[in-house]
């Protein structure tokens, strides 16, 4: 059975399906408290700050804002770069 409950923020009514609680259950988590809307807006909320970072382009060095992972040790290029080095090889 699914239980509805009461969002602790906007009051507006949710569902937790059976599947959400046994996933929960599973996890040792507990149920949340707040409908879907607002899970998905603080989780929005936390967003802007991450992720974005200024680096210098690996071929001529100009400063860029990228929100690409630093992770798999590609060389970032700016766009102008970007276009000269990979689409052009494509064309
Ligand atoms: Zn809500
Ligand atoms: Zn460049």
């Known amino acids: ?10 009051s507006r ?6 599947l959400e609680k046994d996933i929960r259950k599973k996890a040792n988590a507990p149920l949340p408290d ?19 970072r200024k ?7 100009a400063e860029i804002v990228t929100s690409v992972p630093d992770t798999e040790g590609r060389p970032i290029a700016c766009n102008k ?3 000269e080095k990979f689409l ?4």
Do not use: A, W
Request: hydrophobic residues 25%.
């Open 81 to 83: 770069c970007y276009r």
């Open 55 to 61: 680096v210098k382009c690996h071929y001529c060095g």
């Open 88 to 91: 052009t090889e494509i064309n």
């Open 1 to 10: 059975m699914s239980e509805t409950k009461i969002c602790i923020k906007c």
């Open 13 to 18: 009514q949710f569902e937790i399906s059976d």
């Open 34 to 52: 707040k409908c879907h809307f607002c899970r998905l807006k603080t989780r929005y909320n936390k967003l802007p700050m991450y992720g974005f």
